[in-house]
């Protein structure tokens, strides 16, 4: 068998276990666009917290179409048919680690080089592997390494009190409750949920890896309203300590919105946004 049926019969396991969870939506399973031959890049598309594979439901089938294989995994206790499910308060930092690291080791099998991007947790993430995977490139939109004003030993404090203290559920948008768009994602998040994600940025750093990506984007909207982009910049520093070539981009001209990347939330402006990030995967 060749990489890439591994990698096919990998995925299509996945799919399988996911569409036989009855709490899972079967429109926000693990999706993946593969073409007959090994693709000269495959990328890989990190949701973020709350949401799914649907947050990349135009821009996926964009890249494939431009002729890379695309894998978008599906994070633990995301995609549930339930928008108020209970489940993510369960989730822990290790959990979102080990399905980044598994959707890397399949995508190696795709292709002859692997990128990585992802928004705000997914961000986070993408970093994370880019300090301990030998990727080709990690785009990282607008990570979630602290909350807009707080600073940054603030927020490692939060992360460590949230993640230690009973969980409770808070709105996303109180003013809307329940009727936060996007439809597929979760209009509010587990508190212990929110300190997990801040320990993946706490943790971006890997001493003593004897792997690391061959460069690093950040991305940060100039008009950047929810997470701190003072702390994504300092945590990504440790990216280039590591020796990965780190580059730091602020995107200009964008709405004060956090998910520059959902197409289910109109304000976000995917038709500036896409192709900017098209760009850098390509590049």
């Avoid at 996007?182 to 320990?199: N, W």
Wanted: glycine share 8%; aromatic share 6%.
């Amino acid at each position: 068998m060749n990489g890439l049926s591994e990698a096919r019969r990998k995925l299509e396991a996945i799919g399988a276990q996911e569409r036989a969870d009855p709490r899972i939506d079967p429109r926000s399973v693990t999706a993946w666009w593969l073409g007959e031959e090994p693709a000269p890049l495959v990328i890989v598309l990190l949701h973020g917290l709350s949401n799914g594979p649907l947050q990349y439901a135009e821009l996926a089938p964009q890249l494939a179409a431009r002729g890379h294989a695309v894998l978008v995994p599906r994070m633990p206790f995301h995609g549930y048919r339930d928008r108020l499910t209970t489940a993510l308060a369960a989730m822990r930092a290790s959990d979102l680690e080990g399905t980044a690291l598994r959707t890397l080791a399949i995508a190696a099998l795709c292709g002859r080089r692997v990128a990585v991007a992802g928004i705000s947790l997914g961000a986070t993430l993408a970093g994370w592997l880019a300090a301990r995977v030998a990727v080709d490139h990690a785009v990282a939109v607008a990570p979630f390494c602290g909350a807009r004003g707080i600073p940054e030993h603030v927020s490692e404090a939060l992360g460590s009190m949230l993640r230690a203290a009973p969980n409770r559920f808070a709105w996303w948008d109180p003013r809307r409750g329940a009727a936060q768009p996007p439809p597929h994602a979760y209009p509010r998040f587990a508190t212990r949920a929110l300190g997990e994600s801040l320990l993946v940025s706490t943790t971006l750093e890997a001493p003593g890896a004897s792997a690391h990506a061959r460069r690093a984007t950040l991305v940060l909207n100039a008009s950047e309203p929810a997470v701190s982009n003072v702390c994504a910049l300092r945590r990504f520093a440790a990216l280039a300590r590591a020796g990965v070539a780190l580059e730091d981009v602020v995107w200009e001209g964008l709405p004060p919105i956090h998910d520059l990347i959902e197409p289910r939330i109109p304000q976000a402006r995917t038709d500036l946004v896409y192709p900017r990030l098209i760009e850098l995967l390509e590049s």
